[in-house]
């Protein structure tokens, strides 16, 4: 049997998925999963797309989105086989919702540039939020008033999710008004931090609460910034293993390796890879 890369519609394989979640002749892995064991699987996949985006591998993107579409697929027949939902509905839904969220285009609303555009979508999310938290409180299940942050999912990496979060707040004005302001909330963060970990005896959760809040004041700086802080980081641990790799070679021609080799012959190694490395 032979791979077949043909075109197919979305059909064929919302038909593959019936079939492998099928309780007679489907496969046992894939009959056996539920939405929370595969969730991290789907977080997964979003990951490898977002890796062969900063690649630039396009090939490898074609492959990847069809994973993160596969997951799509699992979750809507699961939900199926629940009575819940099935595909066609998310894509109805995901349908309505950007219809609704483009009246510039859709509507006969005037949309300048893709700045108010932001604009537009973020108050119509915040709408929909208020009135999802209306609808639960009428029906008794809410406790208490809507909050400003409610519906940051849990589950974002945490550095995106501060910024979700630090977005929420700035919407409302709470929120620096210039980058400097965040630089100097750093300074004072990192200071924190120093004394934690200078005290005798060491209060951990101190130093972990303090370490939070310094991280929690960076992804604020790359938010002012317009940077995005995950896509910052996997540059920089992309960045570091470049480095870290050349210096293993040069320690190789040594005869050497990290293991048997001092800090300072490695930090000597690490600052001529830097100056190569521009060069």
């Known amino acids: 049997m032979t791979d077949d890369f043909r075109p197919r519609p979305i059909d064929d394989l919302l038909a593959i998925m019936a079939r492998l979640r099928d309780p007679a002749g489907g496969c046992p892995w894939d009959r056996e999963q539920t939405f929370a064991t595969i969730a991290p699987y789907t977080i997964e996949e979003a990951y490898e797309v977002a890796d062969a985006i900063e ?94 942050v409610d519906g940051v999912p849990v589950a974002l990496p945490a550095l995106t999710r501060a910024v979700k979060i630090q977005k929420r707040v700035g919407r409302v004005g709470f929120d620096w008004p210039e980058a400097a302001q965040v630089i100097d909330k750093i300074e004072e963060e990192l200071e924190e931090v120093r004394v934690e970990l200078a005290a005798a005896p060491r209060d951990e959760a101190r130093v972990v609460e303090e370490i939070g809040d310094l991280l929690f004041a960076v992804a604020n700086l790359a938010r002012k ?55």
Request: aromatic share 6%; proline share 3%; glycine share 8%.
């Open 55 to 148: 690649r630039g591998d396009l090939p490898d993107l074609q492959d990847e989105l069809g994973d993160l579409l596969l997951q799509v697929v699992f979750h809507s027949r699961m939900a199926e086989e629940a009575g819940a939902f099935a595909f066609a509905d998310v894509v109805g839904s995901i349908c309505s919702k950007m219809i609704r969220r483009h009246p510039g285009v859709f509507g006969d609303a005037e949309v300048a540039d893709a700045a108010a555009q932001t604009v537009a979508w973020e108050d119509h999310k915040a709408r929909e939020r208020a009135s999802k938290a209306k609808a639960s409180d009428s029906a008794g299940s809410a406790a208490g008033r809507a909050s400003v």
């Open 225 to 279: 910034a317009g940077v995005d802080p995950e896509s910052a980081l996997r540059h920089a641990n992309a960045k570091f293993e470049r480095r870290f790799r050349a210096v293993e070679d040069l320690l190789e021609k040594q005869g050497k390796s990290p293991e048997n080799s001092s800090l300072d012959e490695m930090e000597a190694l690490w600052g001529r890879v830097k100056r190569d490395l521009r060069g």
